[in-house]
């Protein structure tokens, strides 16, 4: 493969062996490796050349996606890139040389010669496992935090219970009451974060009249949307989706919560459900500060504010609402509203109607 008649043929063998990233070159028809740094054997725990073939290595590493599905051979990366595709950060479970169970991304593209003709493949990997590690404990923190919140603030709402039929002053009622409804949010939150992270959540999936989904829960956000009237514009035919009713719940609550957070006092809060029978389109219209053109895909990160700041937010609302989204089928965006403030829109699909 290098040409050792030209000097420049010993730079890329010696820039492949020093690299940080491990690097695998797979030559067809058959899948050999033709190639492989060190750092390849020191991720995998185990000598490539020990090996006849590929598939032989393939074997022996066990691969398998996130969620612990076996990945088929022919979906593997190198083997995609063989076929001449591009593949980007590829997640792959493995069981290493010395059983060790490792998290590698990987990035693979094809070789072609002067003719044309694709010659070979290379994969590039890299250990993940330390960070997965770290994201696992942290979202184990998150939901043990989420249980251990909820008979505190039973308690309190028990206690705020009883301080109103004994005749306590409503508005400090009303305000405990606040209080607890606003953690309870984030409790919820920081559940729904550690189960979408960890691909562990689960969904009540049956055919949801988002409509009167909608109205049921703008009823209940009344108390937390005080300082903003809420109007919700649907059509009066029942639109109905397959959904979990209460994830659906929590993704526009948390839009809504979003929109009251950025909106100046009084300014309307504005929620409109359409359909073109193959997707069911909620838009929240909020006034407030916009968001810029470069920040309209981070805003879904998690613990992002953006420019926008707010002292009542951890930035982990907008994220679980997409993760939430996504794990309906559907798509989230958001774009500007005409006159000043954003539209955050969600598209879920319809249900189909039975044959």
Not at 56 to 71: G, V, W
Not at 193 to 217: K, M, P, Q, S
Not at 229 to 257: E, F, H, K, Y
């Amino acid at each position: 493969m290098f040409d050792a008649s030209k000097p420049d043929s010993f730079v890329l063998p010696a820039v492949l062996t020093a690299s940080p990233l491990a690097v695998c070159i797979l030559q067809p028809p058959e899948p050999t490796i033709s190639f492989a740094n060190p750092m390849l054997g020191r991720i995998f725990e185990l000598d490539p050349a020990g090996f006849r073939s590929f598939r032989e290595l393939i074997a022996r590493l066990e691969p398998r996606f996130p969620d612990q599905r076996p990945i088929p051979f022919d979906e593997l990366p190198g083997i995609r890139a063989l076929r001449g595709e591009q593949v980007q950060n590829f997640e792959i479970v493995i069981v290493s040389g010395k059983g060790n169970t490792k998290h590698v991304m990987c990035n693979s593209a094809p070789v072609h010669g002067s003719d044309g003709r694709l010659v070979a493949a290379v994969d590039m990997f890299w250990d993940i496992t330390a960070t997965r590690q770290l994201e696992h404990s942290r979202n184990t923190l998150l939901a043990a935090i989420s249980h251990e919140l909820r008979t505190p603030l039973s308690t309190i709402q028990i206690t705020a219970d009883h301080l109103r039929r004994q005749g306590a002053p409503v508005a400090q009622v009303d305000r405990i009451v606040h209080s607890v409804e606003t953690l309870e949010a984030l409790s919820r939150d920081l559940m729904a974060f550690a189960l979408i992270e960890a691909n562990e959540l689960r969904l009540d999936v049956h055919a949801v009249d988002v409509g009167d989904l909608l109205g049921t829960l703008l009823e209940k956000s009344a108390p937390v949307l005080t300082r903003h009237p809420v109007s919700l514009a649907a059509p009066d035919s029942p639109i109905s989706i397959p959904a979990d009713p209460l994830r659906i719940q929590q993704i526009v609550g948390n839009l809504l919560t979003n929109a009251g957070r950025y909106s100046p006092a009084g300014e309307p809060v504005e929620v409109a459900l359409t359909t073109d029978g193959e997707w069911a389109e909620i838009r929240v219209s909020d006034r407030g500060p916009g968001i810029a053109d470069d920040e309209k895909i981070s805003v879904f990160d998690p613990f992002r504010t953006g420019r926008r700041r707010s002292s009542g937010s951890i930035g982990l609302g907008l994220h679980i609402a997409k993760g939430l989204v996504l794990e309906h089928g559907g798509h989230i965006s958001v774009e500007d509203r005409p006159g000043g403030g954003s539209v955050f829109v969600v598209k879920l699909p319809v249900a189909k109607p039975p044959a």
